[in-house]
């Protein structure tokens, strides 16, 4: 018996170098596997109210030296106004990445010790309906849940799909993994949502990150200037 996991399996081994533009194996259509996809996700789709805080972060400031410095305005904490390829968008494709508190926000850039950052509070103007991978899309009792497997295999499939999204990559851009996440940015987007919510692999377990598909969702309020006191690492080896 075909499982939701199953399903997405193609999703998750597909390999960047057998792909053309949006092709999927196995599926005879990119068009068929999007309505699928759109299909399982639906369980996962929230709406946020007006109003709702989130934070951005940038290394730097205005100003010659650690003794003489400010944040950046708020002006310039937006996205590149060119939206060069990221995780959920291609080249050119309008999308705002930001996080639900201001240590995820700092977490997301990476500082080191001592580095001074810019963050900035924004607000959303509307509400919004978006795909949340960050909360388990309901509560699933085994002895009355009629699609037991199916509903297991939901909640593991938005798991998956939250951990590939936050993912950090150590080179850069990686385009396998990109192809694979553009795809899916461009799945909810065709669902007419405004953006997705998952989990920060950088502040862990408790950071939270949103992928905005409309900046101008947000307003941009105070910018603040904000060192940062402690680094901490762990590591395994890996060959």
């Known amino acids: 018996m075909s499982t939701a996991y199953d399903k997405w399996l193609a999703f998750w081994v597909v390999d960047?170098?057998?792909?053309?533009?949006?092709?999927?194996?196995?599926?005879?259509?990119?068009?068929?596997?999007?309505?699928?996809?759109?299909?399982?996700?639906?369980?996962?789709?929230?709406?946020i109210p007006s109003g709702r805080?989130?934070?951005?972060?940038?290394?730097?400031?205005?100003?010659?030296?650690?003794?003489?410095?400010?944040?950046?305005?708020?002006?310039e904490m937006?996205?590149?106004?060119?939206?060069?390829?990221?995780?959920?968008n291609r080249s050119g494709e309008a999308i705002l990445y930001c996080a639900e508190d201001e240590k995820t926000a700092i977490?997301?850039?990476?500082?080191?010790?001592?580095?001074?950052?810019?963050?900035?509070?924004?607000?959303?103007?509307?509400e919004v309906e978006i795909l949340d991978l960050a909360t388990a899309p309901e509560n699933i009792n085994p002895f009355t849940c009629v699609n037991l497997s199916w509903r297991l295999d939901l909640?593991?499939?938005?798991?998956?799909?939250?951990?590939?999204?936050?993912?950090?990559?150590?080179?850069?851009?990686?385009?396998?993994?990109?192809?694979?996440?553009?795809?899916?940015g461009h799945i909810v987007r065709a669902m007419g949502?405004?953006?997705?919510?998952?989990?920060?692999?950088?502040?862990s377990p408790c950071g939270v990150n949103f992928a905005l598909f409309d900046p101008t969702l947000v307003a941009f309020s105070s910018t603040s200037l904000v060192k940062v006191t402690t680094a901490e690492i762990a590591y395994e080896t890996l060959a």
Request: aromatic share 10%; proline share 6%; hydrophobic share 35%.
């Open 16 to 47: 960047d170098r057998l792909l053309s533009e949006w092709d999927m194996p196995g599926v005879s259509s990119v068009g068929v596997f999007i309505d699928n996809a759109a299909d399982h996700l639906r369980s996962f789709i929230q709406l």
């Open 53 to 75: 805080r989130f934070w951005r972060a940038r290394a730097g400031y205005v100003g010659q030296s650690n003794w003489d410095c400010r944040p950046f305005p708020s002006g």
């Open 78 to 88: 937006g996205s590149n106004p060119d939206y060069p390829a990221s995780r959920l």
């Open 107 to 126: 977490s997301e850039i990476r500082p080191g010790r001592g580095y001074i950052c810019t963050t900035c509070e924004l607000i959303l103007v509307k």
């Open 155 to 184: 909640r593991r499939i938005g798991r998956n799909l939250s951990a590939l999204i936050g993912e950090p990559m150590s080179r850069g851009e990686d385009r396998a993994l990109y192809r694979k996440t553009q795809l899916f």
């Open 193 to 203: 949502l405004k953006g997705i919510r998952f989990l920060s692999s950088l502040n």
